[in-house]
């Protein structure tokens, strides 16, 4: 060993091939693998150090029975001493390729939510009872949301365990991400969302919403898609319209709405349900300019598109004046999928709603009251239209 040029008794200093003078050391470690210095040293004496340390380590986990770790290990391990969660957190966000509108919501729960409470942590002190202690922190009032905060921590933790930061990831909680509903939905019926539509028709302050109402009800639009909505995504008739634009009223760093793809990604074409369609063609003649990219919904105050806050508050009461102070703008969705369930196949109405998974699509379905006997009436003629079928051919 010591006769071979770059090599000493114990470790190896190898010449880089520089200008300037520089000297890569390595060696074989009790695992039989060769394991090189995390910097390339100025000069040999430096590198002479470094392996003397490095075999002085060896030596003394040898003598106490301790386990011996590479230098790269005990170097990421020396780096999460010092690596708060604040300063990860933000890079594994930053460096994760999400669609604009996941990412601002995404910052969103990270800025509010986690950061305050757990960003002063080294990551390698992040312990299951330290989330489970910020976790109970966030309160029952709105699971969905701490579901979602929930999942974008244990994202940024298996990330920890894959860049050796964690031996394992802290977040242990069972069923943190999918939280149970708080409240049976029991959807609005036809007559019931007909008579709110109505009622915000009436109103001089809101009789735009009227269309808003029955768009995303029937046709079963998110909030940002129907808010988009432009005269140009109309044929004709009314007969179709295309979904293919969201907004969010989450503002981004330069100060404007963002406008991007649906939730999926994928632009979808909608049949209008022909009882509503005169509505539409009154809404656009009365409310919509003539120039393709107008707005359908325009803001009574100002601004770019319909605050959505504004826009729920306005539908809860009208909900509240036919007795349904249950209902939420959220739950025009809800009702759409459950209209759907009963006329369509499960990817006619996933097609709809614009729904790339089964489970999504599921939980916009919800039966209606008394739906239950009539599926189980048509069970029974079903089954003896068959029964009489048989005993007439016997």
Known sequence: MSATKGHRAWGSIKKQRTRRASYQASFIGPDLRRHYAPVIFSSRLNAERWLIREKDII????????AWKPPSERALEKKAEVLHLSDY??????????????????????????????GKLAVR???SVAVRAWFAGLGDQHPTRNGH?????NMICNTAVNDGLLERNPCQITGAMNPKARKRVKIATTTELHTIADKLGADENNARFKAFVLLAGWCGMRFGEVSELRRKDFDADCTVVTVSRAVTHRRSKDGRCRIDTTKTGDARTV????????DIKSHLAQYVSADPEALLFVPARGGCHVNDRVFNDTFKNAAKDVGREDLSAHDLRRFAGSKNAQVATLTENMARLGHKTVGAAMRYQHSESGRDAIVAANLSANALAELTSAATDG
């Open 89 to 118: 957190g933000k890079t594994v966000i930053d460096q994760r390729p999400l669609r604009p509108l996941t990412r601002i919501e995404y910052e969103s729960k990270w800025s509010r939510l986690i950061e305050p409470k757990l």
């Open 149 to 153: 905060a929930y999942a974008i921590l």
């Open 271 to 278: 049949t209008v349900p022909p009882h509503i369609r005169e």
């Open 59 to 66: 030596e003394t986990c040898m003598g106490n029975g301790q």
């Open 125 to 127: 002190d992040l312990t």
